[in-house]
């Protein structure tokens, strides 16, 4: 996927968040039938802020910001195969940079198996967004599409294989002439050993091809191993590390071109208290920028999320994050460049984020956030700090 900015405005990321607390909060559904086993839910938000560099540039200016959505969710829950489905539009305006308003229409259908000797699911989602681009300091429009399969099988005993199957298209409005379309093939696979009831060892393959508009492909075979489960002591969730080998390939007589490093996926939660719970996320792995060009992407962000009365929570984030430069081939060039567009370039960032939200009843929720961006950089242009603040009010029936 490309290269993307880590902060949206400041009143959408409160929405998306809120429809995540929104979610485990016991609302009931609008519409029950079928003795409550086909559940209907709507969803909605409205939010205002403030961005202080909406372009994620160094020249950038900033904007007071206008947001909202609406949607409508469908959950059955009966019979061998489960049904999820979604559909709705995120909106945004801006007070003065009125040209980057945007309606942005999503969808997502996922069909689970949880039970059986073969369990697994099959998933469909297409969205619109709307998103700053610090790799070029310009907003970018897109339509991303994607499919993934996942099935796991138990072989014998504690042994079980599972594999997964992906195809998605990163679409963008303007493609042709800056910004370059996207389509990326996954397969993979994972062989388990159920360890302890609490604990599975892993190791696996993926391989994942990026077929990019402007005349390059690149093909990148990963080996790893990992755990899921309890990791160590009371730390939960899954991680998994190995080495991964990138070839790029170009049109004509160009030689390919082949990369290799770590590859590292580890999600963890660690619950302090019944109040209190950090989440240390870790990543390194290869990745395709918006203009079609190689990078080696690093990054750690840890979350802490507290609970101080049955209705008012908070968050706090700290992030950061290196994205290297290896190579590319920009629109209309006449091959291949080292870095970017010939230059050596290295970026690096830190982000900073805090949130209180409160919950009036089971169906609203009023949300604060503050959150912090500062980017530095080889390139000059995409030097830049990003403050940006918003007040989000959710509901869901």
């Not at 594999?163 to 409005?173: A, H, I, M, P």
């Amino acid at each position: 996927m490309p290269t993307r900015s880590s902060s949206a405005t400041a009143s959408r990321s409160a929405a998306l968040a809120l429809f995540a607390l929104l979610a485990t909060q016991p609302a009931h559904a609008l519409l029950r039938f079928n003795d409550g086993r086909d559940q209907v839910y709507v969803t909605a938000y409205v939010g205002a802020g403030y961005d202080s560099n909406v372009f994620a540039r160094a020249d950038s200016d900033g904007d007071v910001t206008f947001t909202g959505g609406a949607g409508v969710e469908y959950a059955r829950k009966a019979g061998l195969i489960g049904v999820n489905a979604s559909l709705g539009w995120h909106f945004g305006s801006f007070s003065t940079l009125s040209s980057e308003d945007f309606l942005n229409p999503y969808a997502s259908l996922e069909f689970a198996k949880g039970s059986g000797r073969t369990t697994g699911s099959v998933q469909f989602n297409l969205q619109r967004e709307s998103r700053p681009d610090p790799t070029v300091g310009l907003r970018t429009e897109s339509w991303n599409y994607g499919v993934n399969l996942n099935l796991r099988y138990p072989v014998i005993e504690r042994y079980s294989i599972a594999g997964n199957l992906g195809w998605s298209r990163l679409d963008y409005v303007d493609s042709g002439t800056l910004f370059s379309d996207l389509d990326t093939y996954t397969v993979g696979t994972d062989l388990f050993y159920s360890w302890r009831s609490d604990r599975d060892l892993f190791t696996g393959y993926r391989y994942r091809q990026s077929d990019a508009q402007f005349r390059s492909s690149s093909v990148d075979h990963s080996v790893y191993v990992g755990v899921s489960g309890r990791i160590v002591s009371k730390l939960s969730g899954s991680a998994r590390v190995g080495w991964t080998q990138r070839t790029t390939s170009y049109p004509g007589s160009i030689p390919d071109e082949t990369n290799d490093g770590l590859y590292a996926s580890v999600s963890s939660t660690w619950p302090v208290t019944r109040k209190a719970a950090f989440t240390l996320t870790l990543s390194e792995d290869f990745n395709v920028t918006s203009t079609n060009f190689q990078t080696r992407n690093s990054s750690a962000d840890l979350v802490g999320r507290f609970s101080h009365t049955a209705k008012f929570s908070s968050h706090a984030s700290l992030g950061v994050g290196r994205t290297e430069f290896i190579s590319g081939y920009a629109n209309n060039a006449t091959g291949p460049t080292t870095g970017f567009n010939g230059v050596d370039r290295t970026d690096y960032y830190l982000t900073a984020g805090l949130g209180a939200s409160y919950v009036f009843n089971n169906h609203f929720t009023l949300s604060a956030n503050y959150g912090y961006y500062h980017n530095w950089s080889d390139f000059s242009a995409s030097e830049f700090a990003r403050h940006s603040v918003g007040i989000t009010l959710s509901t869901r029936w």
